[in-house]
């Protein structure tokens, strides 16, 4: 392995997996689902396969979809992107964020990431030859905040672009209009570009909404939005994901990804263009199930006795082991697999501070409720 790749052999979720399997636990590690998306979707995948969709679809990703997804972002958002210039689809949310860091950035750039940070963007920094610098959430009541200030300081005369993640993957955080107007001010002075995550941007609970920094005055034209089928529909294994933003970055991020992979899986695409135009109501669905998974696990989390932090939407909530555990989140999440039957995730490997972030343990709701329940039985055992 190449030096640059070297802090990232492996990643938590192998690991936690692993013990996950090993100890026979209920996986709360992992954030995917264990029930399938729409069942219009998938037949229109299977149709797709059978009528023949099987060879390399456009580079920049079939029509149909480019145009379900450029109306869909209209639709509820107010951007207009030109499907035919402005959207590309990609291998997931993935290869959109690497192959935006590896087109858009040149090596000895920097790239602002915010801690607690889906681990993915660090490695894509590291990828591209680029350096990461990092601005901080904070916590803030029983939830958390962005810290403008450390995103201030973290700017310098070789930063080129930042990376925000709403709503947010580890902590179940959304960015308030106040932060992003933040954000923003910041991106327009210094003149970066903003890649904005929001592959859980359909997943926010209890009224709250998700807003899109690129609907921000003066924020289109410099802005990278990445989504996702893998959370919207169910279906993290189809891979298949996508970026919209102005044609010159589409123009460097289509550069890069077409090295890599050239196109995203064919069959998948119209399937997905499908889901996008008659499937919201499932996703409406979606969003209320996991609010009530959310709902139970947090409840169930702050009974047994830790003190949860409230999750605003993802996949996700966190909770600090303080009042129950002596050690660091990673000994508890390495311990109890076996001790109690569940594995979690430490949000400490999320950071490049981990003393800072050394007590919160990530755990996953999106799981059948018969599954949540066992968790939940298995934790009580602590006592
Ligand atoms: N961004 C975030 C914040 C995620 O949590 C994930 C998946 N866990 C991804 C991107 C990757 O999405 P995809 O499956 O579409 O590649």
Not at 90 to 99: D, L, N, W, Y
Request: proline share 5%; with cysteine; glycine share 6%.
């Amino acid at each position: 392995t190449v030096q640059r790749l070297r802090p990232f052999e492996s990643t938590i979720f192998a690991e936690m997996t692993e013990l996950a399997i090993a100890h026979n636990a209920v996986n709360l590690g992992q954030g995917f689902p264990d029930s399938d998306g729409p069942a219009s979707m998938l037949a229109a995948a299977q149709q797709a396969i059978a009528d023949g969709f099987n060879q390399y679809p456009p580079g920049r990703g079939m029509p149909v979809l480019r145009n379900a997804i450029a109306a869909d972002r209209a639709r509820r958002y107010g951007t207009e992107y030109d499907p035919d210039t402005q959207v590309l689809v990609t291998v997931g949310a993935s290869e959109a964020i690497s192959a935006a860091v590896l087109g858009l950035v040149e090596p000895g750039e920097e790239i602002i990431l915010i801690e607690p940070y889906f681990d993915l963007y660090a490695a894509a920094v590291a990828l591209a030859g680029a350096v990461r610098r990092t601005a901080t959430l904070v916590p803030d009541g029983d939830g958390f905040a962005l810290d403008v200030d450390s995103l201030r300081r973290a700017i310098t005369a070789k930063t080129a672009m930042l990376i925000i993640n709403s709503p947010h993957n580890p902590t179940g955080s959304l960015l308030s209009r106040e932060e992003l107007t933040a954000v923003a001010d910041l991106a327009i002075e210094h003149d970066l570009i903003v890649l904005t995550d929001e592959v859980y941007e359909h997943l926010t609970f209890d009224g709250r909404e998700h807003i899109s920094i690129s609907t921000l005055p003066g924020m289109y034209e410099r802005t990278v939005v990445v989504s996702s089928a893998s959370k919207t529909f169910s279906v993290t294994g189809w891979k298949t994901g996508w970026a919209c933003a102005p044609a010159p970055l589409i123009d460097g991020i289509r550069a890069a990804k077409q090295w890599m992979t050239f196109v995203a899986g064919g069959p998948f695409q119209p399937a997905v263009a499908h889901a996008i135009e008659h499937e919201q109501a499932w996703i409406a669905g979606l969003r209320d199930d996991l609010q009530k998974r959310n709902a139970l696990l947090s409840t169930a989390l702050s009974e047994i006795g830790f003190d949860v932090r409230r999750s605003e939407g993802t996949y996700y909530v966190c909770a600090d082991i303080a009042p129950l555990y002596d050690g660091d989140a990673m000994s508890f999440c390495r311990a109890i697999p076996e001790r109690l039957g569940v594995a979690a995730v430490p949000v400490s490997v999320f950071t490049d501070h981990p003393a800072d972030w050394d007590r919160l343990v990530r755990f996953t709701f999106c799981k059948r409720d018969e599954t949540l329940h066992a968790a939940i039985d298995r934790l009580r055992r602590i006592h």
